[in-house]
């Protein structure tokens, strides 16, 4: 969403626009959206964390204005420049706070501010709906002080109505707004709140949301209908689930910041941690080795792509799994065949690890704290036996380029009477597929209907052709070189589908479940009983239904543990956003932590690391605060510090993950250059 938006769209941090950045970065703006979870979830239950700013508010019984987003709300879309969004504690229509929108330049043209809460829409499938608020005015114009409703389905908008052209404008007294919308079967949630455009300022109270009868008429037009994916729909109920079915705090008024018992049972439950630096000794890591017992596979998340503590504490905890519990592998969110060169690395190959790091593409990789982990795990495995060093694996798939290379020289070397289809199979992608670290100059959804569809069709046939020749190919080559060439294969058959995928819901999900299918396929030629840490977002490894956790959750049941990371306040790495324009890959700090959200509980613990097992949650009455949905960060590699409300979304802690670890002050990622060569 650029600054001057027409209409309310995506949620900030959508790239839609603005000025180019580096290409090696590009990536990293569509998992901004992928890896924080936010897709369906995105509820922001949460105020300025910084001291309120006292201002005069005409009108006001009070002279008494703070800024700030108001507890449960959330800065929605539109422009924080040309204006500010604050409580007033004078002249409410009812308890002691409203909501104010006012402009901060006389003429803002086109821009808008909105907030907004999302609720989960089940229960209104299929009926119809009334939004209602109270607003009142002070000089007023353009738009005026509207309220807005959106109605959502899997990666899709089926209503949409900003009181266009019904706004109130001028000077005026509390009088009440609506909007009527009809609510699809296949609708996942709603979104709704205050919005302003225009000059002026303008008041908001008192906001309900309803069933009504359908002799109530809409004011809003559904869109025709259009093709409903099923798996997708699915996906996206089950993580709306999580969305409140009411408004928090319809009168604005504060939400209490933390549940006192709740707070006690994690103080007394937590496992203090020593600190994040991987030279510490292991012995606060008992309670790492009880949460994990005898499983197999260990997710270890990390709440941002950029915090130097989460990364550090994984590096710890791997360590450990390897040396005290037998782990022999490790695979992260990184695409397989450039991690194939990282992992003969560590087990004494040739090559330098900061080009081998840059060459698996993504920034969020390429820092201090990993190359100390790889560096960690090439002078481990020179003191062991081959099948007790730790190999690297990549699990992703988001860069086909080496893939497709690879297959077609495997092809030539095995079978080269073949090679010509393989390259014929494998043409479609030529404009769209990477090359090294430059991704393809066409974006592969904008592709014709028709032309994805032979495509699909071809790259479906060269992994066909590779599967039927197995034992002929295996006997020519190794049973190892086949069955990577097969499954480098696989990757270019998932990524044609997940880029295929217009919508970035739909193609999450379908990254999620390659991701998933592909760390099975890992283990699954390791030898019987070898063990396997992952390392990913949060949001990948946790249980949200559609993640990639979710996935191996249901294959491998108890023998797969989850364990999440948070922080409380400080600084990470992160691709900046401002006003929904992607700024470039920068430093930022944040001091927000969201009333009533597992941070909040987590910094009242005064504890500065802190390891719970979640698991207890569900049967200890004082945690019950915690075992239910509240909001929770989730950052991916990109973050807008004027809108931190926006990053925490409706989470289950003790449902999405068995082990939580928390760091009070965080600081962000040390970032290496890029070194392809």
């Avoid at 001291?51 to 008494?64: H, L, N």
């Avoid at 907004?116 to 353009?142: E, F, I, K, S, Y």
């Avoid at 979640?614 to 809108?643: E, K, N, T």
Wanted: aromatic share 8%; glycine share 10%.
């Amino acid at each position: 969403m650029t600054t001057r938006a027409a209409r309310l769209g995506p949620p900030p941090g959508t790239p839609t626009g603005g000025p180019r950045i580096p290409r090696r970065l590009r990536r990293a703006l569509t998992t901004a959206l992928r890896a924080t979870g936010a897709l369906l979830l995105l509820l922001a239950a949460c105020r300025d964390a910084a001291a309120p700013d006292e201002q005069t508010s005409p009108g006001a019984t009070t002279p008494r204005a703070r800024v700030g987003v108001p507890d449960g709300w959330a800065l929605w879309g539109g422009s924080t420049t040309e204006y500010q969004a604050g409580l007033d504690s004078g002249g409410a229509r009812s308890g002691d706070w409203s909501a104010t929108i006012r402009s901060m330049d006389a003429s803002p043209g086109a821009a808008f501010l909105a907030l907004a809460q999302q609720l989960d829409a089940a229960p209104w499938l299929g009926r119809r709906v009334r939004l209602r608020g109270w607003v009142r005015t002070n000089a007023m114009d353009g738009g005026g002080a509207r309220l807005w409703l959106r109605v959502d389905g899997a990666g899709t908008t089926l209503a949409l109505d900003n009181m266009q052209g019904r706004g109130v404008l001028g000077t005026s007294d509390w009088r009440q707004l609506e909007i009527v919308a009809d609510v699809p079967e296949h609708a996942v949630s709603i979104i709704a709140g205050p919005m302003v455009s225009g000059a002026g300022w303008a008041w908001f109270d008192d906001f309900t949301i309803e069933a009504v009868g359908d002799d109530v008429p809409t004011t809003v037009t559904a869109p025709a209908p259009a093709p409903i994916d099923s798996a997708a729909l699915a996906a996206a109920r089950a993580s709306a689930a999580r969305l409140a079915r009411a408004f928090a705090s319809p009168g604005f008024e504060p939400i209490p910041p933390v549940d006192p018992a709740a707070v006690a049972w994690l103080k007394s439950a937590a496992a203090p941690l020593a600190g994040s630096a991987p030279s510490l000794a292991r012995g606060d890591l008992a309670a790492l080795d009880a949460a994990v017992g005898g499983a197999r596979l260990v997710g270890l998340g990390e709440g941002t792509h950029g915090t130097r503590e989460h990364f550090q504490l994984k590096h710890r905890f791997v360590e450990h799994l390897v040396r005290a519990r037998g782990f022999t592998a490790f695979a992260i969110e990184a695409t397989m065949p450039e991690a194939e060169a990282v992992d003969r690395w560590v087990r004494g190959g040739p090559g330098d690890p900061a080009v081998l790091l840059s060459n698996l593409y993504f920034w969020t990789w390429n820092t201090e704290e990993v190359l100390a982990l790889v560096r960690w795990m090439r002078e481990y495995n020179a003191t062991v036996p081959a099948d007790r060093q730790v190999r690297f694996f990549g699990f992703d798939m988001q860069s086909p380029g080496a893939a497709i290379d690879s297959v077609a020289a495997y092809v030539r070397r095995v079978d080269p009477a073949r090679a010509a289809a393989v390259d014929s199979g494998y043409a479609c992608l030529e404009s769209s597929r990477n090359r090294n670290e430059r991704p393809g100059p066409v974006r592969y959804a904008l592709v014709s209907a028709g032309e994805r569809a032979q495509c699909s069709a071809a790259v479906a046939r060269v992994h066909a052709s590779l599967l039927a020749r197995r034992d002929a190919y295996a006997a020519a080559t190794s049973p190892e070189a086949f069955a990577l060439a097969l499954q480098y294969a696989r990757l270019v058959v998932q990524w044609e589908d997940m880029a295929g995928r217009a919508d970035v819901v739909s193609s999450s999900q379908a990254r999620d479940r390659y991701m998933a299918e592909n760390t099975a396929w890992h283990l699954g030629r390791l030898p019987a009983g070898a063990r396997m840490a992952l390392w990913a977002h949060n949001y990948h490894v946790s249980a949200v239904p559609g993640a990639q956790g979710a996935h191996l959750r249901a294959r491998f049941g108890a023998d797969y543990v989850i364990v999440g990371f948070s922080f409380g306040t400080g600084r990470l790495s992160a691709v900046r956003f401002t006003n929904g324009t992607a700024m470039g890959l920068s430093t930022m700090e944040t001091a927000y932590v969201a009333p009533g959200s597992w941070e909040a509980h987590a910094q009242a613990t005064a504890l500065p690391y802190f390891l719970v097992d979640m698991r207890r949650a569900a049967s200890a009455p004082d945690a019950q605060a915690l075992a239910g949905a509240v909001p929770m960060r989730s950052i991916g590699s990109g973050f807008d510090p004027g809108r931190p409300e926006l990053y925490f979304t409706r989470a289950s802690p003790a449902v999405d993950y068995d082990v939580l670890v928390h760091v009070a002050q965080a600081t962000a990622s040390r970032l290496l250059p890029f070194r392809y060569r």
